[in-house]
């Protein structure tokens, strides 16, 4: 049984008002053993699409590398934009050594609320990954049950939004379409890309995400 547990805490500071919120980044960050193009920071994975998406949508110049100059370029990029990130999976168990959600057991929960009430000024939660199971609204909704709180649809056309009130904040959640490739076939029904897709051959599954994500970030 593998021990996977998240090798990096949250990324959160004061001026932070919008939090990333996913599970757990691939095994090997957990081990040390990066590939070539990985970088040793949040959603540095380098067949993840999160930092290729922003940094399409903001022109950003990423490098991807495993190097301390990569690192700050994504940390610079948060706090210009006053964005945080906290995962919301501490750890889990595998059987199988891969980075699939359902493959998690014995999964232990940060927190969230915990550091939510720590950082006043965060009014906004973007789930990387919808409320499938072990996804992180799902995590997200168990956990709010632990303090008898529960989210609010707002609107159900993807990606999903939702609120709640925390004391006297209210809080929007926007559950993004994942950005890994186990979630192309999920785009790929869409109508809204079909569409585009008909409109536009050369439109792909990185495209629909630019779209929707430059919405949020």
């Known amino acids: 049984m593998f021990h996977h547990s998240h090798p990096y805490q949250p990324f959160l500071y004061p001026e932070a008002t919008k939090l990333i919120v996913g599970t757990l980044p691939p095994p090997r960050f957990t081990s040390g053993h990066l590939k070539e193009r990985d970088v040793d920071f949040c959603y540095g994975s ?5 930092w290729p998406i922003l940094d399409r949508i903001f022109n950003l110049n990423l490098r991807f590398e495993t190097t301390a100059f990569a690192i700050q370029q994504r940390k610079d990029f948060l706090r ?3 964005i945080g990130i906290c995962d919301i999976v501490a750890s889990a168990e ?3 050594i891969d980075a699939s959600d359902l493959g ?11 550091y939510l009430k720590n950082y006043p000024n965060v009014n906004t939660l ?14 997200f909704r168990n956990h709010l049950k632990e303090y008898q709180l529960k ?12 609120s709640f009130k925390l004391n006297d904040r ?3 959640t926007v559950s993004l379409t994942a950005p890994s490739g186990a979630a192309n076939r999920a785009i790929g029904s869409m109508d809204t890309y079909k569409l585009l897709k008909r409109k536009n051959p050369k439109f792909n ?10 919405e949020f970030f």
Do not use: C, W
Request: proline share 3%; aromatic share 8%.
């Open 205 to 214: 599954t990185i495209d629909f995400r630019v779209l929707q994500y430059a």
């Open 170 to 172: 209210i809080i929007k």
């Open 126 to 139: 973007l789930f990387t990954g919808g409320n499938s199971k072990n996804g992180p609204e799902y995590f």
């Open 46 to 50: 380098s067949d993840g699409q999160l």
């Open 151 to 162: 989210l609010n649809k707002v609107s159900n056309s993807v990606p999903r939004i939702h």
């Open 80 to 82: 210009e934009r006053k």
């Open 104 to 114: 998690m057991q014995n999964i232990i929960l940060r927190d969230l609320i915990g």
């Open 94 to 96: 595998r059987t199988k």
